[in-house]
């Protein structure tokens, strides 16, 4: 009988030990769920309005939004109907059917019925109208870019595109691609 316990004693220890490493792996980890987390947003805005103001305390620029929903397991943010105004001069404006914020909010990818609208630095200037199926905006550095076709309309002049890169501070918009449009000038009488 003596022969027999010594036996079992690394046995009993053994499942003692394992009884131990289950209890204590239950309780560093918790509850935890297994798996992948699911895609389900922890908030949501309705009805959005949202300024950014600089250091002076003017307005830089406004977001309009249908609504706002933020995804905690990927840390993104989506936004349909966006409305986006710089305030500075000359004033621009961007619409979309919907954006996708990453993670810091220093990209944003537009997406659907893009229309961007700078307007004229005068009111007697007609505003410049983009529009595209996508863009990528860098909001704090005030430019955006695309690889997808392009419309470019100022008055009645019209200019087509494969992509383009923007920059709102500078004003200035590079088209790439095979570049095709119709460009109008004002004449004027001569006396």
């Given at each position: 009988?003596?022969?027999?316990?010594?036996?079992?004693?690394?046995?009993?220890?053994?499942?003692?030990?394992?009884?131990?490493?289950?209890?204590?792996?239950?309780?560093?980890?918790?509850?935890?769920?297994?798996?992948?987390?699911?895609?389900?947003?922890?908030?949501?805005?309705?009805?959005?309005?949202?300024?950014?103001?600089?250091?002076?305390?003017?307005?830089?620029?406004?977001?309009?939004?249908?609504?706002?929903?933020?995804?905690?397991?990927?840390?993104?943010?989506?936004?349909?109907?966006?409305?986006?105004?710089?305030?500075?001069?000359?004033?621009?404006?961007?619409?979309?059917?919907?954006?996708?914020?990453?993670?810091?909010?220093?990209?944003?990818?537009?997406?659907?019925?893009?229309?961007?609208?700078?307007?004229?630095?005068?009111?007697?200037?007609?505003?410049?109208?983009?529009?595209?199926?996508?863009?990528?905006?860098?909001?704090?550095?005030?430019?955006?870019?695309?690889?997808?076709?392009?419309?470019?309309?100022?008055?009645?002049?019209?200019?087509?595109?494969?992509?383009?890169?923007?920059?709102?501070?500078?004003?200035?918009?590079?088209?790439?691609?095979?570049?095709?449009?119709?460009?109008?000038r004002n004449r004027t009488k001569t006396p």
């Amino acid at each position: 009988m003596k022969n027999r316990a010594a036996s079992m004693f690394p046995v009993v220890m053994l499942l003692l030990l394992a009884a131990l490493t289950f209890w204590l792996s239950q309780v560093i980890q918790g509850k935890a769920p297994r798996g992948p987390l699911r895609h389900d947003p922890d908030y949501w805005v309705e009805g959005l309005q949202l300024s950014r103001f600089d250091i002076n305390g003017k307005l830089q620029h406004t977001l309009i939004a249908e609504k706002l929903m933020h995804y905690p397991d990927d840390d993104t943010t989506i936004v349909t109907e966006p409305h986006l105004t710089y305030h500075r001069l000359p004033m621009l404006e961007i619409f979309a059917s919907t954006a996708y914020i990453g993670r810091d909010g220093k990209e944003i990818d537009l997406v659907d019925d893009v229309k961007v609208i700078r307007h004229g630095a005068t009111d007697d200037l007609p505003p410049t109208v983009l529009e595209t199926r996508t863009l990528k905006v860098f909001p704090d550095e005030e430019k955006g870019s695309t690889d997808d076709p392009v419309v470019l309309t100022r008055g009645a002049s019209v200019m087509h595109g494969s992509g383009l890169e923007t920059d709102n501070r500078t004003g200035i918009t590079v088209m790439r691609g095979r570049v095709t449009g119709t460009l109008h000038r004002n004449r004027t009488k001569t006396p």
